[in-house]
């Protein structure tokens, strides 16, 4: 058995247009989607590299208004 490549894109544009909200993430952007419906009045996003947590943060702050603090985990 082999895998075949698709002929697919890659997007450049960077933006929410660019997410593909699929069964890895349908759940977390439902629930951030969602602020009034949070336990507290943050949420944190975390995930592998390359899984989207920046992508899904500024799209989701975009649309509710909220605050993206960016490599929280890094030291200063």
Avoid: Y
């Amino acid at each position: 058995m082999s895998q075949l490549p698709l002929p697919m894109a890659s997007s450049r544009r960077g933006g929410g247009e660019s997410l593909l909200i699929h069964g890895g993430n349908t759940e977390a952007v439902g629930f951030l989607r969602q602020p009034a419906s949070w336990p507290s009045h943050c949420a944190l996003l975390v995930g592998p590299a390359k899984s989207g947590r920046s992508l899904i943060g500024h799209m989701i702050a975009a649309q509710t208004g909220a605050t993206v603090i960016a490599h929280a985990d890094r030291p200063e």
